[in-house]
């Protein structure tokens, strides 16, 4: 990747594995790169583009991305169709010494639902000079010390990776002195100072060196060290360790004071140029912070909290010194053991809080990450939701879970769930996290309303006045909203060759039945009248009653007599 300032407007080439799978979801997986140290709004990618997407259906779908810990640095721009940076990243204050150095998010869309994974690497800049712990050393040195002999290790540490990490080291002046660069197991450089010339006390008791430690990058970085070196009269024999390294293991976690390692040198010599005492050698500030060695004893000691999320591994130089001024060194390796202390971390990506309730099995309702900070079993999870529930989970992307409908659903039944999503790990013993959501069933227009009787039977005198209110029939829907609305109506019949809504009225949202007209017993005896009940629904859905109304006789006829 080749760009000339951070100040000009920057294409990134794209490299877009996609992995299409997941059940009604679409996943992709896309990855970008960027420097640290862009400017707020710094182009990184055009996800539209790179996805096959029109960025039109990014606005449609109500794209988002969501991170647990990464979002507020890449930013999407959904007219664009782009990813841009949204706050200056500091690759070391984000990764530390991790690399390579990436943020991971997802990017979310609905109607359909699609899932992408998105990763963009944030690139190293050459943003920090080499650092020692300490901006002076004394030391002391006899005179009569060979040619050869090792005085002391240093390093220095630089945030940087790559090639702008930390390169080698420089010493000045090289007159009596001199230095090998060498490296650790973990591939991380210091500088081991020794002795190249013959020196004589009474010439020069207090020399000055300068150690500078370069970096790679371009223009390159440095720091410095003075180290004050006093000449000292002659102690011939130096410490020596019992082992060439030593290695220890500590569980995390582990309260301030527990016995970590012992270490131990001899002195051939005797009295005062026979007695040793312990010191750390090239010393970082964290290790100074977690861990104490005692002088005179040796005993390397927890001093604050050990995480094992934070550093696995440990190397610290041991320095062994007698009182003449004599000394050796050598590593401790710490290695540190996982214990279960991180329960799993469920976060909810993706959500539908309702769906319909004809939904077909397999639907999607969620997406769910879970993820859990310890290693091997300890990180290892598991994901379930209570039973008894039409609902089931599929693991899909890494550290990803569908929820999916996987049964009936019936609003009338069942209005809303509580789904409760628990993930456990496998440590001993394990831990375990529980998130609930409350998911809305929506009705569909599936129930017919439904009469309170099929058949009715009512009175009415003959005589009476029109528009007087009969009888009256009920019908209830158990859906909801306006498909359990009910209207009335009459279903078109003949009376006597007239329809029957000269007769009979319905009013359509009472069900009360009147009469239009007023009757005669001596022309009708019985009238048969056919409801039908609809619902509000899209189509409507409809059940039909009747209604026999007796017309009864009043004495309104005199007696015809004859001559």
């Not at 810990?69 to 007219?79: A, K, P, Q, T």
């Not at 150095?101 to 080499?130: G, K, R, W, Y």
């Not at 050869?148 to 000045?172: C, F, K, M, P, R």
């Amino acid at each position: 990747m080749h760009f000339i300032s951070r100040d000009r407007a920057i294409q990134w080439q794209v490299r877009a594995f996609i992995l299409v799978f997941l059940i009604e979801a679409t996943v992709c997986q896309i990855r970008y790169s960027v420097p640290e140290e862009m400017r707020k709004g710094s182009f990184v990618g055009n996800v539209a583009e790179d996805l096959g997407i029109d960025a039109k259906r990014l606005k449609s779908g109500g794209a988002r991305i969501v991170s647990s810990d990464s979002s507020e640095y890449i930013r999407l721009d959904v007219d664009k169709g782009t990813l841009v940076v949204g706050e200056r990243i500091d690759r070391e204050q984000l990764c530390g010494q991790t690399s390579p150095c990436s943020l991971n998010f997802e990017m979310i869309m609905t109607n359909p639902m699609q899932l992408h994974s998105v990763v963009v690497e944030v690139l190293d800049v050459n943003d920090n000079a080499p650092v020692f712990h300490e901006k002076e050393m004394h030391v002391e040195i006899l005179e009569s010390a060979l040619s050869g002999t090792e005085i002391l290790q240093v390093s220095a540490t630089d945030t940087d990776v790559g090639i702008n990490a930390l390169h080698g080291y420089t010493l000045h002046p090289t007159t009596h002195f001199n230095i090998k660069v060498l490296s650790s197991p973990n591939g991380h450089k210091y500088a081991q100072l020794y002795l190249s010339g013959a020196l004589d006390r009474e010439k020069e008791e207090k020399l000055i060196l300068t150690l500078t430690a370069v970096d790679g990058g371009d223009p390159q970085r440095s720091g410095t060290l003075k180290i004050h070196v006093t000449v000292r009269d002659t102690n011939d024999n130096a410490p020596v360790f019992t082992q060439s390294v030593f290695k220890a293991s500590v569980k995390e976690n582990v309260p301030k004071g527990t016995l970590v390692a012992r270490v131990s040198a001899t002195d051939a010599d005797e009295g005062m140029n026979g007695l040793v005492t312990y010191h750390f050698n090239r010393m970082s500030s964290n290790v100074a912070e977690l861990f104490h060695l005692d002088e005179n004893s040796g005993d390397l000691t927890v001093n604050g909290v050990i995480d094992y999320e934070e550093n696995k591994i440990y190397e610290i130089g041991v320095q062994a010194k007698d009182q003449g001024g004599q000394s050796t060194s050598t590593n401790v390796i710490i290695e540190v053991s996982d214990v279960n202390d991180n329960a799993p971390l469920i976060t909810l990506t993706s959500f539908s809080s309702a769906i319909a309730e004809d939904s077909p099995s397999g639907t999607t309702v969620a997406i769910i990450n879970v993820k859990d900070l310890d290693s091997g079993k300890n990180g290892k999870v598991d994901c379930s939701v209570n039973g008894n529930i039409p609902f089931a989970i599929h693991s899909s992307l890494k550290n990803y879970y569908t929820l999916v409908t996987n049964g009936v659903l019936d609003r009338e039944r069942n209005p809303e769930y509580n789904i409760t999503f628990t993930a456990v790990d496998e440590g001993s013993p394990p831990l375990s996290t529980n998130k609930t959501i409350t998911l809305r069933i929506s009705d569909v227009n599936d129930n017919a309303p439904v009469f309170e009787q099929s058949f009715y039977e009512a009175d009415i005198m003959e005589n009476n006045s029109p528009g007087l209110s009969v009888f009256s029939v009920k019908a209830h829907d158990s859906d909801s909203g306006q498909n359990a609305r009910v209207s009335y109506l009459l279903i078109d019949t003949e009376l006597n060759g007239n329809p029957i809504s000269t007769y009979i009225s319905v009013n359509a949202e009472s069900g009360i039945i009147q009469a239009v007209k007023s009757f005669d017993y001596e022309q009708i005896k019985t009238i048969n009248v056919f409801v039908k009940g609809q619902d509000g629904g899209s189509p409507p859905l409809s059940s039909n009653t009747t209604i026999k109304l007796n017309i009864r006789d009043q004495n309104d006829n005199p007696p015809q007599g004859r001559c």
